[in-house]
């Protein structure tokens, strides 16, 4: 159980065109999915927080612009990387809060990750 | 900085032997956890240690909690060559759930 599904978990696409991800819970309803970037050997930087049927919450320094999320549904969020540029590419991880047991766990499952590289 | 600090940064030991790793915080958190993430993967959650616990196991995992101190440290005992991977301390600091990630401790265990 637990399961968070990432997609694509590789792209490459040319500098000024747009990427979607898209991050589901298979088996489980979130109502907070989490939003992380990871350069190499680095750690995971927190990039926004994605409500249900909500604004997203953007952490400093992060241009909301730029990576749009949006939580349309209880198992599916998506980062849009508008614009991408070279400097964009990283590796993109989703997490996701069950709705129902995360609140007493408190633990968080993670996507398979995305990497996009941007030409 | 609300990041968790971690050491060492890079940690290389024999099957058999005990691997420890530390992370340290600045400020009041509402649980502490551990991830493990294989090179290019996602990551999997370990342990988690509440701020009123001192110290948890799990299998061949041992948490300890030192909340005057502010620093918590994963044990993994009989260490294993498919241990290999990149250990992270997550902090919670009761803001909505979001977690924030120590810098990693990255883990080499040779058969």
């Known amino acids: 159980g637990a399961v968070v599904s990432q997609h694509p978990s590789w792209v490459i696409c040319k500098s000024g065109t747009s990427v979607k991800i898209e991050c589901r819970s298979l088996d489980f309803q979130a109502t907070t999915m989490f939003w992380y970037r990871q350069f190499p050997k680095q750690s995971l930087m927190l990039m926004a927080t994605s409500n249900e049927g909500s604004k997203a919450t953007y952490e400093q320094g992060v241009e909301k612009d730029k990576f749009l999320i949006n939580h349309a549904s209880l198992t599916l969020s998506t980062l849009t990387v508008t614009s991408a540029h070279p400097e964009d590419s990283s590796f993109y991880i989703c997490?996701?809060?069950?709705?129902?047991?995360?609140?007493?766990?408190?633990?968080?499952?993670f996507g398979e990750g995305s990497r996009l590289t941007v030409l | 900085s609300q990041q968790g600090e971690e050491d060492p940064q890079a940690l290389s030991i024999q099957e058999g032997e005990n691997a420890t790793m530390n992370c340290s915080y600045k400020t009041s958190i509402n649980n502490l956890q551990w991830y493990r993430q294989n090179s290019g993967r996602g990551l999997v959650h370990l342990i988690l240690i509440r701020s009123n616990e001192r110290e948890k196991h799990s299998g061949r995992l041992r948490v300890t909690l030192d909340t005057s101190k502010k620093s918590s440290s994963l044990l993994i005992t009989a260490s294993r060559a498919a241990d290999t991977a990149s250990y992270f301390c997550a902090l919670d600091y009761n803001q909505g759930g979001k977690l924030i990630f120590g810098q990693g401790t990255e883990l080499s265990v040779k058969p």
């Open positions: 997490s996701a809060r069950d709705r129902d047991r995360g609140f007493h766990t408190g633990e968080l499952f």
